[in-house]
């Protein structure tokens, strides 16, 4: 059964950066396009990058230019520049939409001012 592995958050002061990697559990890497998504405390979880297997990438336009997201057998998120409001738990899962059943535990990143 596929899960997604999120791996690569902590506690950082803002400015600095992090690197997140994505890996998925039981089966092979074989799904087209996957994205990081990201919830905050009482927000609704939004989906910040994805990727193509061809290599297209998207980003939201409030990390445009700050992160940065890639892929080989896993996907990573490269975050530079972090701000106080990029604070969230971050979840990698298939874009644009994600399925319910993939969704993994995460990965905490909190950005100090």
């Known amino acids: 059964q596929v899960q997604f592995v999120e791996s690569g958050g902590g506690l950082v002061q803002a400015g600095g950066s992090l690197r997140l990697s994505c890996a998925a559990s039981?089966?092979?890497?074989?799904?087209?396009?996957i994205g990081w998504y990201r919830q905050a405390p009482g927000n609704q979880r939004e989906l910040v990058a994805d990727i193509t297997r061809g290599g297209s990438t998207n980003y939201a336009d409030s990390v445009k230019g700050r992160f940065t997201i890639s892929r080989d057998r896993m996907v990573y998120l490269q975050m530079n520049s972090l701000k106080p409001e990029d604070t969230a738990v971050y979840y990698c899962?298939?874009?644009?939409?994600?399925?319910?059943?993939?969704w993994g535990q995460g990965t905490q990143v909190t950005v100090s001012s």
């Open positions: 039981g089966t092979t890497f074989s799904f087209n396009a």
């Open positions: 899962n298939t874009a644009p939409l994600a399925l319910a059943r993939l």
